[in-house]
Each structure stands twice: as structure tokens, then as C-alpha cells.
């Protein structure tokens, strides 16, 4: 009915392990790598992010001419050090990625077990509203409800988290069914486990390796959902230093300065980059077989 | 057959009743509607004429119902700002939304088909993982961070292409690319994974054992049923790039519904906000039901 992408068993390519593994501690590394930034940022960061010197505005990068050793990848167009608000801009993105696949994975995980294990009219309730969900438009939506209720962190983190719930829900639902009928489920109910510990305790510990891998794939959208909101004005509020925001704040200098939106941008496309090679390695680790 | 496509179009008609809902709740989440369309600079006095000239006064069952009951007649309300009907306005920028959806779609297929045909016949090999390796890094790009690279890149440097605005058609080439790079790494990904579970099908083995060439089973055996998913994917993915028309349409000022809407809501112009949440809601809900017609068409044991 609705094609969402469901578990199925199939070979992957990246066979040849030593490629694939290569792929997956490229992935852990830039994971790592932004998790320590966005928790060190204020130790990492050579300048204040906030701090606008309107003397030294878009300065370019040290490799390109008339940069300044003191501001390693130049300034933006308030003359704030670029390289603090990237480091800063870690933070917004690692904590919007992951509160967000919190909320979410909450939301989705309970509806998609419930429908899974129970089935009739509940797995009815819980499809019609995996496919109410997908049928609102997430960017517009996302948009009209920071415009009202007001942008901020919390605002975007709890929209995206409303919205992105639908793959952990579909992932849940499917992989509850496959486990539902197995025997250690039966022997559990035999001995007379309540219903709760049966869905905690049987059923979700045999399916949260799917629910790993699509973990990382919400976060990885959420994290380009919030740079697309930030960009279109409608997301973190400035000046919190947001990769999204950066490049909505830069636009106008691009023609003369195209580094003000290369920086940031290329720093969400290597984060997004690790967080799915990350991904693709827990799948192939973890035995999930899961198509985007 | 009959009896589920009653039951999918009943559904249908239940996610088309909770998204008129969800849009009508959607606009009034500010609490104050009044004071959030008369900005904030707006006289106490001042909210209160909105209020009251807009029926926003009535309880909200009664401005919902009475929405509802004209959305339902095809009349969505008139736009605060223009004075006009809702609908004329998305009406009149629905052609440029369609344009770019369409042709982006037929770029994503043109580009995702071949490639993941071509990975799957080849599969395991160094073709193969460089194409998953474009997916992979398809995945990554932000949309609207790939259409400004674009613009200084063809537009700026090259000079090939306009930068914004649809003076001429080439204005489409831009954001119609960008819009199927969003597309390209799901479709590619389920094009390579369909055909490579047809390929390993018995009736597979038994037009190889017939010894037809390989160009044939491909193209005409393994293809027709890997094509299933990918009817249904490309539907869904219409749907989310006309949502998506949001970002790219902003991003290079094309006066379609996705710039519309962005207009809308920085001018607190909420009756035209709430008719293309509806609008596109609705576009979702048909597409998906075409899709699962389609594939009844192309699979007869859906048939029944």
C-alpha cells in the first residue's frame, strides 16, 4: 500500500570487507569527531563565536590571499570568526540530530510495536496514521509551525520530532511481526510474563538493531531538514550559529566570497556523509537489511 | 480486488478528512490568529477588527466546520493579503510546480534506472560500488546548498545558465536537477535491489537455460517486476518534491505554489498557507492511490 522501505533479506554491495570497513571507520570518525567538537566547542573555539568586529568583515580563509593567521577560515559578514561559529554550529546540528531521533524514536518505536504485536484494529489505527503523516507535507508544515509558535531550538527540535517519526514506526511494525510468533515470545507468555515485559523486554531487545540503523537515518535527515528551515529564515534563531542559518546569513556575499557558503555547507554534507557510511557499517555489523 | 480498493479509497478519504484537520489546527497553533496576521506592531483595537472581520471570534468548531464545509465545495477561502481566492492563486503558480516536479522526476528516472540497472547487472563489481558511491553521496548534499553551489558554479562563473526567475525556459534546468538529486539515491538504491532479486528468480534461470541473450532477460524479464517498487517510489517521490518545491523554489525565486507558500507565511497570509498544506496533502494522497493502480496494472496477482 504505502511503499516505505521495510527490512528484507538481500546482498549489498561494499562485498569487499576491507572497503567496507574503511567506509564505516570514515563514518565513526567523523561521528566522533563532531560528537567531541559540539561537547568541547567552547574549549575548541579560538574566538566567540557571537563576538562581531566590523573591522574584519569577510576576511577569506588562510589558503586563499589576504587571510589572517588569527582567523583560520576567515571571517563572516559581522566580522565573527567563521571556524568558532563552524564549531559552535556542530553543537546545533549534533543536538537537533539526536533530541530530535529521540522524540521521534519514541513516538514511532511505540506506535510501530503496538501495531506489529497486536495487529487488527490497532495495526488499522497505527497504519492510518503512519500514512496521515506521510501524506502532510514535512518542509511546509515544519515552516508554518516555527512561524507561529516562534523560532528556536526547542521549537525546531519538537516539530522535527513530531514529523519524523513515520520510518521508525513502518521498521518497528514490520520487524514486531517477524518476531511476534517466535517461540521465546510463546515461552515468555507461558510463563506468565505481563504484556509489558513481553513488548520491552522480548520484543524489543530482537528488534532494536533495525531500529539502530534507522536511527541514524532520521538523523541524518533531521540535521538537513533543520539547515533547510534555519536557510529559509524559519529555523534556529541568529545569531546562533546554525551550518543552515550561515549560508542563509552569507547568500548575499557568495558572488564575491563563494567560501562563506563552501564552509558551511560542505561541513553539513561531510557530517550527513559520516552519519550514513556510520549507518550502512551497523547495518552490514548488525545483520539488518535495510533499503533507503 | 474490489472490495480493497474500496477500502483504500475509504482510507483515502479518512487521511483526506484528518489533513483537513491537521491544516485547519496548523494555522491556529499561535493561539491568537488575530494577532499573528495583524503583526506585531498591531493596536489592541486593531486585532479586535481582524477578529471580528474574519469570524475569528466564533468558537472554533463553528470557523472550522464552516471552512471545512466550503473546502469541500473546492472554495478554500480568500487571501488576506491579495483580496482574492486561495485557489486562483495556487491555480495560477501550479503550472511553474508542476513543470519543475515533472521534469525533475524525469531527470531522477532517466539518471536512477540506468545506473541501477546497470549496478545491479554488474553486482559486486567495481561499477557497482561506484555507483552506490553516488547514491551515498547523493544522500548527503543539501538540496538548497547544491543549488547555490550551482548558481555560482553555471550561473555565475560559466555563465551558462540564469542564476533565478523563469525569463526563459532554461531557468527549469537548474532547481530541475537540483529537485532530482533528491530523488535519484532512493530510486538508484531500488532500482539496483529490485533487479537484483528478479535477477535471482527461478523463471530468470529458466529464460537463461532457453538461451535468451542477456541484454533480453534484463531488460525484458527481470526489469518488468523489479519495475513494481520503483512505480510506487516514483509516485511517492513526486509527491515529496512538490512538497520539497519549497526550498528550490526559494532558492531560485520561481513564482510557484513552494514560493507561494514561503511568501505566505513570512506575510502571515494564513488562508493560502493552509490551502497548500491541503493542496499538497491531497496531490500525496492521489498519487499514492495511482500507484497502487498502476501496479495492480502492471502485476496481475494484485489483481485478485
Given at each position: 500500500m504505502i511503499p516505505i522501505p521495510v527490512p528484507t533479506a538481500r546482498r549489498e554491495a561494499w562485498r569487499l570487507p576491507a572497503l567496507r570497513h574503511v567506509a564505516t571507520l570514515l563514518g565513526a570518525l567523523i561521528v566522533g569527531t563532531a560528537v567531541v567538537v559540539a561537547i568541547f566547542a567552547p574549549l575548541l573555539a579560538?574566538?566567540?563565536?557571537?563576538a562581531q568586529n566590523l573591522d574584519l568583515r569577510l576576511i577569506p580563509p588562510v589558503?586563499?590571499?589576504?587571510?589572517?593567521?588569527?582567523?583560520l577560515l576567515g571571517t563572516d559578514q559581522l566580522g565573527r570568526d567563521y571556524l568558532a561559529r563552524l564549531i559552535y554550529g556542530t553543537r546545533v546540528s549534533m543536538l537537533i540530530g539526536v533530541l530530535t531521533v529521540v522524540t521521534s524514536g519514541l513516538i514511532g518505536i511505540t506506535l510501530g510495536i503496538l501495531g506489529g504485536f497486536y495487529g487488527g484494529w490497532t495495526d488499522d489505527a497505527v497504519m492510518f496514521l503512519i500514512t496521515c503523516r506521510l501524506s502532510i507535507p514535512l518542509i511546509l508544515v515544519a515552516l508554518t509551525v516555527v512561524a507561529l509558535v516562534g523560532s528556536s531550538l526547542t521549537v525546531v527540535i519538537l516539530t522535527l520530532g513530531l514529523l519524523l517519526w513515520d520510518r521508525f514506526a513502518v521498521v518497528a511494525r514490520t520487524t514486531t511481526m517477524q518476531v511476534r510468533n517466535l517461540d521465546y515470545i510463546a515461552a515468555a507468555r507461558a510463563a506468565g510474563a505481563s504484556r509489558a515485559h513481553i513488548l520491552l523486554r522480548e520484543v524489543l531487545p530482537n528488534i532494536v538493531h533495525h531500529l539502530v540503523v534507522v536511527a541514524t537515518l532520521e538523523m541524518a535527515l533531521a540535521i538537513l531538514l533543520e539547515a533547510a528551515l534555519s536557510f529559509l529564515?524559519?529555523?534556529?534563531?541568529?545569531?546562533?550559529?546554525s551550518w543552515g542559518l550561515m549560508i542563509a546569513e552569507a547568500k548575499e556575499y557568495m558572488f564575491f566570497s563563494p567560501w562563506v557558503i563552501m564552509i558551511p555547507g560542505i561541513a553539513l554534507f561531510v557530517l550527513v556523509l559520516g552519519i550514513n557510511l556510520l549507518g550502512d557499517g551497523l547495518r552490514d555489523m548488525l545483520g539488518t537489511r535495510l533499503e533507503r | 480486488m474490489r472490495l480493497s480498493l474500496a477500502r483504500r479509497l475509504l482510507l483515502a478519504a479518512l487521511v483526506c478528512l484528518t489533513v483537513l484537520i491537521v491544516s485547519f489546527i496548523l494555522t491556529r497553533l499561535s493561539g491568537d490568529l488575530a494577532a499573528s496576521i495583524a503583526g506585531?506592531?498591531?493596536s489592541a483595537a486593531d486585532i479586535a477588527i481582524i477578529t471580528r472581520n474574519y469570524g475569528l471570534d466564533r468558537p472554533l468548531l463553528v470557523q472550522f466546520l464552516d471552512w471545512a464545509a466550503h473546502a469541500a465545495r473546492g472554495d478554500l477561502g480568500r487571501s488576506?493579503?491579495?483580496?482574492?481566492p486561495v485557489w486562483g492563486l495556487i491555480l495560477d503558480r501550479l503550472p511553474v510546480t508542476l513543470t519543475l516536479g515533472l521534469s525533475g522526476l524525469a531527470i531522477a528516472l532517466a539518471v536512477a534506472l540506468p545506473l541501477g540497472i546497470l549496478a545491479a547487472a554488474r553486482e559486486g563489481s567495481a561499477i557497482d560500488r561506484g555507483i552506490m558511491l553516488i547514491a551515498l553521496l547523493g544522500q548527503a548534499m543539501p538540496g538548497f546548498w547544491f543549488g547555490l553551489v550551482m548558481i555560482i558554479l553555471l550561473?555565475?562563473?560559466?555563465?551558462?545558465?540564469?542564476?533565478?526567475?523563469?525569463?526563459?525556459?532554461?531557468?527549469?534546468i537548474m532547481p530541475a536537477i537540483v529537485l532530482a538529486f533528491s530523488a535519484i539515491p532512493a530510486l538508484m538504491r531500488l532500482t539496483r535491489s529490485g533487479m537484483i532479486d528478479a535477477l535471482a528468480a527461478d523463471y530468470i534461470r529458466t529464460a537463461r537455460a532457453k538461451g535468451l541473450s542477456r541484454s533480453k532477460i534484463i531488460l525484458k524479464h527481470a526489469l518488468r517486476n523489479a519495475a513494481m517498487p520503483v512505480v510506487s517510489i516514483a509516485a511517492v517521490q513526486l509527491g515529496f518534491m512538490l512538497g520539497g518545491s519549497v526550498v528550490i523554489e526559494t532558492v531560485f525565486a520561481l513564482p510557484g505554489v513552494g514560493f507561494l507558500a514561503w511568501d505566505s507565511i513570512n506575510k502571515n497570509d494564513f488562508p493560502v498557507v493552509q490551502a497548500v498544506v491541503l493542496f499538497l496533502a491531497v496531490v500525496y494522497i492521489v498519487l499514492t492511490l495511482l500507484a497502487d493502480l498502476m501496479n495492480a496494472v502492471l502485476d496481475p496477482r494484485l489483481r485478485g
Amino acid at each position: 500500500m504505502i511503499p516505505i522501505p521495510v527490512p528484507t533479506a538481500r546482498r549489498e554491495a561494499w562485498r569487499l570487507p576491507a572497503l567496507r570497513h574503511v567506509a564505516t571507520l570514515l563514518g565513526a570518525l567523523i561521528v566522533g569527531t563532531a560528537v567531541v567538537v559540539a561537547i568541547f566547542a567552547p574549549l575548541l573555539a579560538p574566538h566567540d563565536p557571537f563576538a562581531q568586529n566590523l573591522d574584519l568583515r569577510l576576511i577569506p580563509p588562510v589558503w586563499m590571499d589576504g587571510s589572517q593567521p588569527a582567523h583560520l577560515l576567515g571571517t563572516d559578514q559581522l566580522g565573527r570568526d567563521y571556524l568558532a561559529r563552524l564549531i559552535y554550529g556542530t553543537r546545533v546540528s549534533m543536538l537537533i540530530g539526536v533530541l530530535t531521533v529521540v522524540t521521534s524514536g519514541l513516538i514511532g518505536i511505540t506506535l510501530g510495536i503496538l501495531g506489529g504485536f497486536y495487529g487488527g484494529w490497532t495495526d488499522d489505527a497505527v497504519m492510518f496514521l503512519i500514512t496521515c503523516r506521510l501524506s502532510i507535507p514535512l518542509i511546509l508544515v515544519a515552516l508554518t509551525v516555527v512561524a507561529l509558535v516562534g523560532s528556536s531550538l526547542t521549537v525546531v527540535i519538537l516539530t522535527l520530532g513530531l514529523l519524523l517519526w513515520d520510518r521508525f514506526a513502518v521498521v518497528a511494525r514490520t520487524t514486531t511481526m517477524q518476531v511476534r510468533n517466535l517461540d521465546y515470545i510463546a515461552a515468555a507468555r507461558a510463563a506468565g510474563a505481563s504484556r509489558a515485559h513481553i513488548l520491552l523486554r522480548e520484543v524489543l531487545p530482537n528488534i532494536v538493531h533495525h531500529l539502530v540503523v534507522v536511527a541514524t537515518l532520521e538523523m541524518a535527515l533531521a540535521i538537513l531538514l533543520e539547515a533547510a528551515l534555519s536557510f529559509l529564515g524559519l529555523g534556529v534563531p541568529p545569531p546562533l550559529p546554525s551550518w543552515g542559518l550561515m549560508i542563509a546569513e552569507a547568500k548575499e556575499y557568495m558572488f564575491f566570497s563563494p567560501w562563506v557558503i563552501m564552509i558551511p555547507g560542505i561541513a553539513l554534507f561531510v557530517l550527513v556523509l559520516g552519519i550514513n557510511l556510520l549507518g550502512d557499517g551497523l547495518r552490514d555489523m548488525l545483520g539488518t537489511r535495510l533499503e533507503r | 480486488m474490489r472490495l480493497s480498493l474500496a477500502r483504500r479509497l475509504l482510507l483515502a478519504a479518512l487521511v483526506c478528512l484528518t489533513v483537513l484537520i491537521v491544516s485547519f489546527i496548523l494555522t491556529r497553533l499561535s493561539g491568537d490568529l488575530a494577532a499573528s496576521i495583524a503583526g506585531p506592531n498591531a493596536s489592541a483595537a486593531d486585532i479586535a477588527i481582524i477578529t471580528r472581520n474574519y469570524g475569528l471570534d466564533r468558537p472554533l468548531l463553528v470557523q472550522f466546520l464552516d471552512w471545512a464545509a466550503h473546502a469541500a465545495r473546492g472554495d478554500l477561502g480568500r487571501s488576506y493579503l491579495y483580496h482574492v481566492p486561495v485557489w486562483g492563486l495556487i491555480l495560477d503558480r501550479l503550472p511553474v510546480t508542476l513543470t519543475l516536479g515533472l521534469s525533475g522526476l524525469a531527470i531522477a528516472l532517466a539518471v536512477a534506472l540506468p545506473l541501477g540497472i546497470l549496478a545491479a547487472a554488474r553486482e559486486g563489481s567495481a561499477i557497482d560500488r561506484g555507483i552506490m558511491l553516488i547514491a551515498l553521496l547523493g544522500q548527503a548534499m543539501p538540496g538548497f546548498w547544491f543549488g547555490l553551489v550551482m548558481i555560482i558554479l553555471l550561473g555565475l562563473d560559466l555563465q551558462w545558465l540564469p542564476i533565478s526567475g523563469l525569463d526563459t525556459w532554461q531557468g527549469y534546468i537548474m532547481p530541475a536537477i537540483v529537485l532530482a538529486f533528491s530523488a535519484i539515491p532512493a530510486l538508484m538504491r531500488l532500482t539496483r535491489s529490485g533487479m537484483i532479486d528478479a535477477l535471482a528468480a527461478d523463471y530468470i534461470r529458466t529464460a537463461r537455460a532457453k538461451g535468451l541473450s542477456r541484454s533480453k532477460i534484463i531488460l525484458k524479464h527481470a526489469l518488468r517486476n523489479a519495475a513494481m517498487p520503483v512505480v510506487s517510489i516514483a509516485a511517492v517521490q513526486l509527491g515529496f518534491m512538490l512538497g520539497g518545491s519549497v526550498v528550490i523554489e526559494t532558492v531560485f525565486a520561481l513564482p510557484g505554489v513552494g514560493f507561494l507558500a514561503w511568501d505566505s507565511i513570512n506575510k502571515n497570509d494564513f488562508p493560502v498557507v493552509q490551502a497548500v498544506v491541503l493542496f499538497l496533502a491531497v496531490v500525496y494522497i492521489v498519487l499514492t492511490l495511482l500507484a497502487d493502480l498502476m501496479n495492480a496494472v502492471l502485476d496481475p496477482r494484485l489483481r485478485g
